[in-house]
């Protein structure tokens, strides 16, 4: 209680000093609190299962030739084959997306809803995943064709204040199911959001016929405890070996834990987790809030040992009356626990202002009272006892480990071994702010490119218009016919896909090395598309309609599909694209390449075609004249109930398809700055605690220049220099630093900006500024001081 008193007093008399300390480590606190928060949400994804740790998906690998990818999803017979097969599989469930993840349409009575996660489900996925019912039998929910469930949100939506059991759902104006169970929704943690899950066996042409040559499954199994993840790898490829023709083996398989799903699946494609995190993000966020967290404890060190000088007399009399180091050191270690104990306090505060920005940032739900969970509440002690002994063994070993004889001679005052320690703390501090003002930079430059690049094709007032909910082909001619007619609206064109989303994928051998496939995307696209999206002509002709009976494909390729032959684009028009489609598919132009998939990925072959037979065109492409697109999404959706009143309206506009591939990038930038911005504040915060301890220690000095006849500036200059010039090295010392990480980062691009040397000019330069601003005004504070006051004092 005695060193709580006398810690309570230093506190007290040292105010200024008190409160830089407290502000800095309060701030860093809230980071590293912050972290605990989004960490524990990024680390709880999928673990609500009771057996989540036995729980596997089942994924493909495609490695050969130019491929070389991770699916998430797998053939139909992969479950029934795997649970047949390997004793260590207890059970199976598979899920299919519907319609491949297109938007369904679901009516009710006079409602027409869109509905984005509508999925068909085996009637085992009680046995592998904790689903609560609300309503229903889990026995019988989903154990028989045209059924579903809905989770309790989706039902007040479509339902209101209905007993949804029993009601039934038309779906894409083709199938109803009866509504038979309700579920709880998913919890936010969870990386699989379904709103409506229907049977399985409704889908019969999934359900009936089992096959290994086409993967658009997530499979997950049930594993017995005490399974060996590898030996699990090894008999599943095993199976697909034996089970599996030899011209269907173009893929391998391989079991990814449901627990590492979230954190570990960015490689992984076609997969129906949404709101993915990636490992690697996490691990940044981490470092960056243990940053600041260490500069918080850096500035402390840095005022305290400061400081320590003006204490060492008080110190020498303690132990001269014969307090032990025992005594003394715990007596220090006590006001750093108090100050770091109110900083624990304030930051709990500040961390429920801020938790709704954070959830914005990172998408997240995210309370800060989560910490008081499943032993989370321990992150705040242990936060607390780590920062007073990081921050406080030091100064409390520099003050109490000396004798008294020691203490009380004049030299112990110079402090030199001290003064080096904190010089380096500065560099120290420095290097970090420098790197991470580089890193945002140009972070934010790579994000501008990605937005700036030309694409191969146009995005602006581009909307695609879903008319997969309707079957009603004469509506839709209207439709188009219609629209085109509308005064703002420049070009309209149906199309199977557009850049930016999925498409159908089929693979190509070159017949010189047929043993190397090539992956290829196709889009049945019909005439004009190309033209609407502006894609450029090298050669040829774009894609005429197909004539009835006329069994000839016209296809349009990318540059990137004509490499894989070694044909120039003159020499490709007439030619049959290997083994592509059926042996009338003849090419008839060639288009720039353009970028159809995000520029994380290089370009790869892409064909547009025109067999009606092998796809629906179920987008409706509009090219709006630029301005007129807000005034014309109403007539759109007007237009759209007129001629197809059985489907609901639902469009996406091409330009924020594109944006939405630079998310996780745009999150990371928007953090970056943050913590940036945390760190240039927490830095300056310890610089002008130095300044002014400087500042007064240099009194009798500066007073006496000033009597000589110096100036204020230069008194200025004289004060600041000794701090700038630890900047000027930090300097120096972060351009390594920096280029080695950003380099990092952005090997995750295929198409990057090259690091340029002003940008770490700019972040020198910004620190410098930052520093010399924070230093000058106490330096002229001292400077303007009366001389003859200052020396009375002395």
Known sequence: MLHLKLAWRQLRKHRFFSLLNLLGLTVGMTAAMALFLYVQKEYSFDRQHDHADQIVRVNLKVADGDLDENWATAPNIAGPALVEAIPEVKTFVRLLHHNFGRTASVAFGDKRLNEERLFWAD????????????????????????TAMVNTSTAKRIFGEQNPIGKELLIDNKSSVEITGVFDDFPDHSSWQPNIIGSFSSVGWAYNRLYWSNASYETFLLLRPG????????????????????ENRWFSLWAQPLTDIHLHSSGVLQGYATRLGDAKQVRLMGILALVVLLLACFNYINLTTARSQQRLREVGISKAIGASTRHMVSRFLTETALLTGLAVVLSIGLLTLVTPSLSALTERDLEWQQLLENGWWLSIPITWLTVTLVAGIYPALALGMNNAKQLLQPVARQGSGHAIFRKVLVVGQFVVCIALIAGALLCQKQITYLGQKKLGYGVDAVVAINLAGSDNEAGKTALEKNIAQQVGVEKVARAQAFPGIGTSGYSISDPDNPQIPHRVLASLSEPGSEDLLGLELLAGKFITAQAEGDTTIDVVVNEQLISIFGWTPEEAIGQTPGNLFDPGTQIVGVVKDFHFESLHHPIGAYVLHNDQDKANPNFLLVRVRPGA??????????LFREHLPEAAFDYTFLDQTVASFYDNETRLSQVVWLFTLLTIFISALGLLGLAT??????TKEISIRKVLGASIGGIVLLLSKDFLWLVFIAVLLAVPLGWW????????????????????????????????????????RAAIRNPVDALRNQ
């Open 123 to 146: 009637s085992t996925l009680f046995d592998v995943f904790d689903v609560s019912l609300v309503a229903g039998d889990r026995a019988t929910v989903l154990d028989r064709p045209a």
């Open 693 to 698: 301890f400087a500042a007064a220690q240099r």
């Open 629 to 638: 697109l807000n005034g014309m999404l109403p007539k759109l959706a007007d």
């Open 227 to 246: 399974f060996d993840l590898a030996d699990i790898n090894t008999k599943i490829q095993a199976v697909l070996e034996d089970a599996a023709p030899p």
């Open 741 to 780: 990480a950003m380099q990092e980062w952005l090997t995750n691009f295929a198409y990057r900006i090259d690091i340029e040397w002003w940008v770490f000019g700019l972040a020198g330069g910004t620190a410098l500024v930052v520093a010399f601003l924070t230093i000058a005004g106490q330096s002229w």
